[in-house]
């Protein structure tokens, strides 16, 4: 159980495009989840909490108007790269929080890859 | 400030051989504790928790890991290294209210045949 589903596994876009990547709770519902940046052979940096129903709470100097999230169901959390440039070049993870009891985890997907041309 | 402090950054070690990860964290409160494990271009498997109780939890893989408060301490063991736990490790320290996790900087491990 506990399974978190992330698409596209990798995307190659243009310059100036915008990229939906995909994050989908496949056997809970999450009211939580969370969208991770890491850079190679980094860790992870937090970018933002998506709440279901509610507008997303950015981390300091993460760009709001630039990852667009949307959390539109209890099991599907999305970011919108928008007018993505070669920068923005990175590897996104998603997670989603489960609480069980006292206990609260966070259930992770298995990455986007994104390259920006 | 809360952190987590990871001072192996890369590891070797023979097949077989002990492992022991290190990992400390500084949080303010009773920290929940965790360490994922990432292979290459993947996401983060969970090897084991600790929220209360039992200071040594075991996890999956034949993972155990030992929250020594007065050391501010929740290293990771294993007895006997595989080949295939070659892989990049995570200690993460959850914060109550926010829900978010703090991570270290990772340990790469490498294993030796």
């Known amino acids: ?117 | 400030a809360q952190s987590v402090t990871q001072p192996d950054i890369h590891i070797t070690v023979s097949e077989g051989a002990s492992l022991e990860l290190r990992c400390n964290y500084s949080y303010g409160a009773t920290p929940y504790l965790f360490w994922y494990v990432q292979s290459p271009g993947q996401g983060l498997q969970l090897l084991l928790k600790y929220f209360s109780g039992d200071t040594l939890v075991q996890g999956i893989k034949g993972f155990e890991a030992e929250f020594k408060r007065s050391q501010s301490s929740f290293n990771l063991r294993k007895p006997s290294v595989h080949w295939s736990d070659a892989a990049e490790y995570f200690c993460a320290v959850g914060t109550s209210g926010t829900y978010k996790y703090i991570f270290g900087t990772g340990t790469r491990l490498k294993v030796l045949a």
Request: charged share 20%; with cysteine; aromatic share 12%.
């Open chain 1, 1 to 117: 159980g506990a399974v978190v589903s992330q698409h596209p596994s990798w995307v190659i876009c243009k310059s100036g495009t915008s990229v939906k990547i995909e994050c989908r709770s496949l056997d809970f519902q999450a009211t939580t989840m969370f969208w991770y940046r890491q850079f190679p052979k980094q860790s992870l940096m937090l970018m933002a909490t998506s709440n279901e129903g509610s507008k997303a709470t950015y981390e300091q100097g993460v760009e709001k108007d630039k990852f667009l999230i949307n959390h539109a169901s209890l099991t599907l959390s999305t970011l919108t790269v928008t007018s993505a440039h070669p920068e923005d070049s990175s590897f996104y993870i998603c997670s989603a929080r489960l609480p069980r009891g006292y206990e609260d985890i966070q259930y992770f997907g298995a990455g986007t890859r994104l390259s920006v041309l």
